[in-house]
């Protein structure tokens, strides 16, 4: 993807994005099924899908571990993977005018 990332929680979320083939050709796939819907909320509309994704995966234990990956979450950049995603797939991060 040919977008930089703010931070390392997000590079680390992209990389997660990028590093198994079919992952990555499943977030392509819901990337061009946003943006179809409606290119002016893709990237508000594949942020959220994103972090309910990843959020999924946190431990659910109570314990300190899972606060601390809850806490990582959140620094996460979600527009900024949104964004890459929409790039990669070669759609603009700009809504078109009608």
Known sequence: ??????????FTV?????SDPARKAWWR???ERV???????AIPR???LIYQELHKELPDDGGISGELLKSGLLRVHFFELAMALLLDIGVSAEPQAA
Request: proline share 0%; charged share 30%; no cysteine.
């Open 1 to 10: 993807m040919a977008l930089t990332v703010s931070n390392r929680e997000t």
């Open 29 to 31: 796939e819901q990337a």
């Open 14 to 18: 992209l990389d997660w994005l990028e």
């Open 46 to 48: 594949l942020s959220d």
């Open 35 to 41: 943006a179809k819907l409606d290119r002016a909320t």
